[in-house]
């Protein structure tokens, strides 16, 4: 199973500052890297996601951030609020075909005031 | 709205027992997703499915099995439940490619004694 490598575990950021979540995969046929942001007591749901055309994808105070000759790419949190704590999970597969996605072990973001 | 339903929240089941684990869901999808998850090991995929009575093993099957009879029901089983077995279990399902949003259920905390 190839992999997506997720950091950092845990992140604490105080309240109006950014969080930044690194990822990084191995296979290069992955083209569909999508975030999800997972609530205590609730299952993961879709925060955006990004395709390798674009190096940069944004959607309120949340930015995809994409590298394709690392193959990295980054979840940055801006103006960070207390509702914004949650565990954060990268992901990637390929657009075609209905093989699953590979996701990163998360971080848990605990934004304090 | 994409609804996807879990039969329990919590379950405690005693060692050796078979337990079931239902899922079902009520948008059609062809793709249906079982997953464990645990601290610091994110969210492992124990089974997936792409089509009704269809099945493929994820990365971590063993000890476990699953039916899918129907398109909107997928079903995990714990064929002698173990202590290790304890953990908090997630069902998805998409429509049917790697593009696709991913909808998850709340899960199901099991705890075999």
């Known amino acids: 199973q190839q992999q997506v490598k997720q950091s950092p575990q845990s992140l604490i950021v105080q309240k109006g500052g950014i969080s930044i979540i690194n990822c990084a995969y191995e296979n290069t046929a992955f083209d569909y890297f999508p975030w999800y942001q997972q609530f205590p007591g609730k299952g993961p749901a879709l925060l955006i996601a990004?395709?390798?055309?674009?190096s940069e994808k944004k959607e309120g105070r949340f930015t995809i951030s994409f590298n394709k000759s690392a193959k990295q790419f980054s979840l940055h949190i801006m103006d960070s609020q207390p509702g914004d704590s949650a565990t954060y999970f990268c992901a990637a597969s390929r657009r075609s075909g209905n093989t699953p996605l590979v996701f990163g072990k998360g971080t848990r973001l605990s934004v304090i005031a | 709205d994409v609804k996807v339903t879990q039969s329990s929240r919590y379950l405690v089941k005693r060692t050796g027992e078979k337990v079931f684990l239902e899922c079902v869901q009520d948008?059609?999808?062809?793709?249906m997703f079982w997953y464990r998850q645990d601290p610091g090991l994110g969210l492992r995929l124990i089974y997936f499915s792409y089509d009704v009575k269809m099945k493929e093993k994820g990365d971590i099957p063993e000890g476990y099995s699953v039916s899918r009879e129907k398109k909107e029901r997928f079903s995990l089983i714990l064929e002698s439940a173990s202590t290790n077995q304890t953990s908090m279990y997630l069902c998805a399902s998409r429509i049917d490619r790697g593009r696709d949003e991913q909808f998850f259920g709340p899960g199901t905390r099991l705890t075999v004694l």
């Open positions: 990004i395709r390798p055309d674009v």
């Open positions: 948008m059609d999808h062809e793709n």
